[in-house]
């Protein structure tokens, strides 16, 4: 076949001249429109996150104005000003980055693991799991603060995310309805544990209502700095998993044609949601629907691929959770909403909405 009738089969079999490639193996892929959309929505959503911070710093029981704000963060002077800032606000904001990160990322993971939409630390019992750990602990082996609930909040979330993954799987693969029963009949048990505990240990029930609402105040500064390293490492897990997640969307066999091996990256998913949640429901209680908003607003951003996915629940998930906690304090001052009611009034109708439009569809 000689080189003009070549490059004709090559033209009439694809519809682009050879000349006109911009992919590999002919030359470096122009950046497409959708990247650079990604790009721009995700610098937009670090601009609201940075918004979100200097709010959070800025409102509460006593505003302090931006440019004092800015001032005594870098100039300590000692002032009720200063001391508000650095001993109240901004640690309160530093954990809320953290946990809205972690849970964010948490229902990423879990969505792209059972390739269900409606999959969330709290929905599938994982947050109570982590619950039921601390009430255990406090009731039967006198643990008195967070420092101390950590390991037992791990313990929690890792067996209750491993039998929401048992029982919520069969021989066809994981099906949206069974994990959403598995994780509803495990809630419901975990529940019933709690409250047997609590109904008969008052001690117990004065210490779990404290930490049970959801909340990033009154959280000591020894605590915030036990729980971050677990999540960091979370977080830095998660982010990891992006391109292997991708891979196990395609199905078992597909992934590991790739290469990939879909047993390991269930473990690796499993432990990176025990992190996240563990560390986030010891630090603050459990905070629900955060998980289930933040990954979708990701995935209507930024499409399927969960590397990206992943990048916009970093940032979306601790804007909501600062946005939800600014707006708890000022919606009934002087008092203040928990940020866990705040989330829960704000998600609720979501998940009710995406019931109704049935999007539980594979991912």
């Known amino acids: 076949m000689s080189g003009m009738d070549g490059n004709a089969l090559t033209q009439g079999t694809t519809g682009v001249r050879p000349e006109q490639r911009t992919g590999p193996p002919g030359g470096p892929r122009r950046p497409s429109s959708r990247s650079a959309r990604r790009w721009t929505g995700l610098a937009v959503g670090i601009a609201v996150l940075v918004a979100a911070v200097a709010l959070s710093i800025a409102i509460g029981s006593r505003n302090v104005d931006l440019g004092t704000v800015w001032r005594v963060l870098w100039h300590p002077d000692g002032s009720p000003e200063s001391v508000i800032v650095h001993q109240l606000r901004l640690p309160r904001t530093l954990l809320g980055i953290g946990v809205g990160a972690a849970l964010g990322l948490a229902g990423a993971v879990m969505q792209a693991l059972t390739r269900n939409p409606l999959a969330e630390p709290g929905l599938l019992g994982v947050s109570l799991g982590a619950s039921t750990g601390v009430v255990l602990a406090i009731a039967f082996l006198g643990v008195v603060n967070a420092t101390g609930y950590v390991w037992f909040a791990f313990a929690g979330a890792a067996l209750t995310a491993a039998a929401v993954f048992a029982l919520g799987g069969s021989a066809g693969g994981h099906t949206p309805e069974r994990q959403i029963l598995a994780g509803v009949s495990l809630s ?153 009611v705040v989330t829960a009034f704000l998600g609720a109708p979501l998940f009710i909405a995406m019931c109704r439009r049935r999007r539980l569809s594979a991912l």
Do not use: K
Not at 216 to 236: H, K, N, Y
Not at 243 to 259: K, V
């Open 188 to 340: 419901s048990v975990l529940g019933a544990i709690v409250w047997a505990v609590l109904v008969t240990r008052r001690e117990a029930f004065d210490r779990y209502r404290h930490w049970d609402v959801g909340s990033l105040s009154d959280r000591e500064t020894a605590t915030i700095l036990q729980v971050m390293p677990f999540l960091l490492a979370g977080i830095v897990l998660a982010l990891a998993l992006g391109r292997q997640l991708n891979a196990l969307g395609m199905g078992d066999e597909s992934a590991t044609s790739l290469g990939a091996h879909p047993g390991r990256i269930r473990a690796l998913g499993i432990v990176t949601v025990t992190l996240l949640c563990g560390a986030a429901t010891a630090a603050c209680g459990p905070i629900f629907f955060l998980g289930l908003a933040v990954p979708y607003a990701a995935r209507m951003i930024a499409g399927s691929d969960h590397r990206w996915i992943l990048a916009y629940s970093l940032v979306i998930g601790p804007a909501l959770l600062l946005a939800s906690d600014v707006l708890g304090r000022v919606a009934v001052a002087p008092a203040e909403l928990p940020v866990g």
